[in-house]
């Protein structure tokens, strides 16, 4: 079966250290997304990509980091410099990175750092 | 920059009454998508709306796109249990993500 897959669903770990979500999708599709949402908060854009090798930064980017070296693979680190890190952690997906295309969501991360 | 403002922001209803949610954008919208959200679930599409005006219906649910293309709306006809959840709009961000807005959460009690 297509679709998006995100690992792990829960997620914990120690303030100050870094940590990398994984998202593959088998769907072919050029265009990979990260969210993160908090409660109350809708969905916020971390990152995104368009193409294998290229990745731009969204409204949100400040204590991430992401790599695209493959087109089914966007994995996102999050790094001790992101302030508040717990939340849900959302990948998303689009055929050619045109907004008129349509979006599939992978599972989610829930992570918790203590 | 653009944003998409959703209300209201929580919807309780009892069984059978009808629901709506609704949409605004600060700029006008090629097009807007509508997604659906379960407790402890991720976003799940349910249609994309693209003409001035459109109207749009998925068996009790209702999905409009204003004239202007800056304001949608999602009405449910008697409300199931099976609708609880968070319905999000989201509308293109120069045209290479999209921007969600905070959500309506439904709850509906028997």
């Known amino acids: 079966d297509g679709g998006i897959t995100q690992s792990p669903k829960y997620l914990f770990r120690k303030e100050g250290q870094n940590v990398t979500l994984s998202c593959e999708q088998n769907l072919n599709h050029d265009a990979m997304y990260w969210y993160r949402q908090d409660p109350g908060q809708g969905l916020r854009l971390i990152y995104y990509s368009q193409i294998v090798n290229d990745f731009q930064k969204g409204d949100i980017a400040e204590g991430y980091s992401v790599s695209r070296e493959k087109k089914e693979s966007f994995p996102l680190t999050v790094t001790s410099a992101q302030k508040n890190p717990t939340a849900f952690y959302l990948c998303?997906?689009?055929?050619?990175?045109?907004?008129?295309?349509?979006?599939?969501f992978g599972q989610g991360t829930r992570l918790t750092v203590v | 920059g653009q944003q998409v403002m959703q209300i209201p922001q929580y919807q309780h209803v009892q069984e059978g009454e009808d629901f709506t949610t609704y949409c605004n954008s600060s700029t006008t919208l090629s097009n807007i998508q509508w997604y659906k959200q379960r407790p402890g679930g991720h976003p799940v599409f349910l249609i994309q709306?693209?003409?001035?005006?459109e109207v749009k219906k998925q068996k009790r649910l209702t999905f409009q796109f204003g004239e202007a293309k800056k304001n949608s709306s999602l009405h449910i006809t008697a409300t199931q249990t099976t609708d609880v959840g968070t319905y999000f709009c989201?509308?293109?961000?120069?045209?290479?993500?999209?921007?969600f807005g905070k959500g309506t959460s439904l709850l509906v009690t028997p």
């Open positions: 998303a997906s689009s055929m050619s990175g045109q907004v008129s295309e349509l979006g599939f």
């Open positions: 709306l693209v003409k001035s005006g």
């Open positions: 989201a509308g293109p961000n120069s045209g290479y993500a999209l921007n």
